[in-house]
């Protein structure tokens, strides 16, 4: 998002950079929900990730945590833009719940499709942000 403003503007932008976080951090629980669910199979082959060093109940707590953070972010740029058009993110808590109960199943079936779920929670938190903006800036 930084190098579309760059070649935009001709110039770096905190505010780009601040807007893209949370969407930022939902893209990297897909790749920590992957390397949570191949724990096993990556220290077999001895390859190493975060999540495996963490171990499957850390990870699963890694999990959560960066899933809130982009939340918590969310309610900085509200607070720091005035925008608050952004509260309309929170409309993907339901969403965001029922993936941490995936994410904490003991059913393999389930907790295997983790990334999966995850990137399909991408597309309504990513939406819903940019309208979000949208709004803020029509109204806010």
């Known amino acids: 998002m930084q190098f ?3 070649a935009n503007t001709a110039a770096m932008s905190q505010t780009v ?3 893209s976080v949370p969407i930022s951090l939902i ?9 949570t669910r191949d724990i096993k199979s990556d220290t077999s082959v001895g390859a190493t990730t975060l999540a495996s060093i963490l171990g499957k109940k850390n990870s699963i707590l890694l999990y959560k ?11 900085f740029l509200i ?8 509260a309309i993110v929170f409309a993907s808590v339901p969403q965001a719940v029922s993936l941490v109960a995936k994410v904490e199943s003991s ?5 295997s499709n983790c990334d999966e779920f995850t990137a ?9 942000t940019v309208v ?6 029509m109204y806010f």
């Open 132 to 137: 979000g903006i949208a709004i803020g800036k």
């Open 17 to 19: 950079f601040l807007f």
């Open 65 to 75: 945590v960066v899933l809130l953070a982009a939340y918590v972010v969310i309610v």
């Open 27 to 35: 893209t990297e629980l897909i790749l920590h929900a992957n390397n």
């Open 79 to 86: 607070r720091q833009t005035g925008n608050y058009g952004l």
């Open 4 to 6: 579309i403003a760059i």
């Open 107 to 111: 059913d393999d079936r389930i907790f």
């Open 120 to 128: 399909q929670f991408h597309l309504p938190f990513g939406l819903l």
